[in-house]
């Protein structure tokens, strides 16, 4: 299986939903199971098989971040030496050399992406197109409504 790239903070975020999961979810859920099993028959028991049901995701969601954590690759921009590029990790301002709007994006990994937040996977267009730029190139990103240019004006490493 391949590393699976996370800024520090990303990872961190994980670990904490894992012990989140592990601590107090998962004995909720046990709990509800014990108290659905306490109310007789379990072939028509509603709560019982909506509890087992919830377990089996809760489940399911503990040992993707299990495997996620197993299989991170954590990086932080500001320990590499990138010569001013953007890479993994970078915050970068950008400007649309069309609209004049300015956007600021942080390039992280796919558990992580929030556009809202300002952050966007690594695999996104956007982020492939503006890995290994400096400040003052243009990016060109296809995107459905065509093909937009991006000047980058700063990168940070943070």
Do not use: C, W
């Amino acid at each position: 299986m391949s590393r699976t790239p996370l800024t520090r903070k990303g990872a961190e975020m994980l670990r904490t939903e894992l012990q989140r999961l592990k601590t107090v979810e998962r004995p909720a859920i046990a709990q509800a199971i014990g108290e659905a099993r306490a109310h007789g028959d379990l072939s028509e028991n509603a709560e019982y098989d909506a509890a087992r049901d919830r377990q089996a995701f809760l489940e399911a969601r503990i040992a993707d971040l299990e495997g996620k954590l197993g299989n991170a690759q954590v990086i932080d921009p500001a320990l590499h030496h990138s010569d001013g590029r953007v890479v993994f990790g970078a915050t970068v301002e950008l400007e649309d050399l069309a609209s004049g709007v300015r956007v600021r994006y942080q390039i992280v990994g796919e558990d992580e992406a929030d556009l809202r937040l300002g952050m966007i996977s690594v695999s996104s267009p956007i982020a492939r197109a503006l890995i290994g730029k400096v400040e003052g190139d243009v990016a060109q990103v296809r995107a459905p409504k065509g093909l937009i240019e991006y000047e980058v004006l700063t990168i940070l490493y943070t």
